[in-house]
Nanobody, 122 residues
Framework: VQLQASGGGLVQAGSSARLSCIDP????????VGWFRQAPGKEREFVAC????????YYADSVKGRFTISRYNAKAPVYLQMNSLKPEDTAVYYC????????????????WGRGTQVTVSS
């Protein structure tokens, strides 16, 4: 499995960006997909996920109300719309496919993309 995350870059605080995650091989069928991020010197942390059966969305408190995860169907790319970006959102963002366990834990995900850098300038 090779996940591909894209859409990162340098943006100003208060602006928006949209990340995309695709899986050319599996097309995300029957898979919950999550977004995580890792800032320099910090552990990787959960950002959001969307379940495959009901498209239920879960968010970290730090991004709730600003970020939106979405997918048009089980086979479509998974997007992370990020609004009102803050400098503390600066990190490498990863998408991953869920395996089992708690949706909020990195250990619950088995396949990871390489990540895309998002830098928010103040």
């Amino acid at each position: 499995v090779q996940l591909q995350a894209s859409g990162g870059g340098l943006v100003q605080a208060g602006s928006s960006a949209r990340l995309s995650c695709i899986d050319p091989e599996r097309t995300f069928s029957s898979t919950t997909v999550g977004w995580f991020r890792q800032a320099p010197g910090k552990e990787r942390e959960f950002v959001a996920c969307i379940t495959w059966q009901t498209s239920t969305e879960y968010y970290a408190d730090s991004v709730k109300g600003r970020f939106t995860i979405s997918r048009y169907n089980a086979k479509a790319p998974v997007y992370l719309q990020m609004n009102s970006l803050k400098p503390e959102d600066t990190a490498v963002y990863y998408c991953a496919t869920y395996s089992s366990g708690n949706y909020f834990h990195t250990n619950s995900y088995n396949y990871w993309g390489r990540g895309t850098q998002v830098t928010v300038s103040s």
